[in-house]
């Protein structure tokens, strides 16, 4: 069993900063895929980003790249997200989620995860 608690969201001016974090208990934090997703109001939940166990592999959505990074502690048993230059369109709830899988490139779907947080808001504004 593995739970999830994020913390960092809040309210941003476009072209602002910020670093969600997931804190994960259980032993077995460094043996899972993590990732970021997120769901704006009326929307499906999307990918956001997802790091392999041992940080070496990420992936990142496309309207994200270049902008935001994912990052795991794997001692602290903390993954991270530090969003920067955020736009009004990354206003939504953000989960992190934590999964399986022989390969990071299968990663990018919300049913390959296990366990997932809370959430915590990212309110951006124009």
């Known amino acids: 069993q593995v739970q999830l608690v994020e913390s960092g969201g809040g309210l941003v001016q476009a072209g602002g900063s910020l670093r969600l974090s997931c804190a994960a208990s259980?032993?077995?934090?460094?043996?899972?895929?993590m990732g970021w997703f997120r769901q704006a109001p009326g929307k499906e939940r999307e990918f956001v980003a997802v790091i392999s166990w041992s940080g070496g592999s990420t992936r990142y959505a496309d309207s994200v790249k270049g902008r935001f990074t994912i990052s795991r502690d794997n001692v602290k048993n903390t993954v991270y997200l530090q969003m920067n230059s955020l736009k009004p369109e990354d206003t939504a709830v953000y989960y992190c989620?934590?999964?399986?899988?022989?390969?990071?490139?299968?990663?990018?779907?919300?049913?390959?995860?296990?366990?997932w947080g809370q959430g915590t808001q990212v309110t951006v504004s124009s």
């Open positions: 259980g032993r077995t934090f460094s043996s899972y895929y």
């Open positions: 989620a934590a999964g399986t899988s022989v390969t990071i490139a299968t990663m990018t779907g919300p049913r390959r995860y296990d366990y």
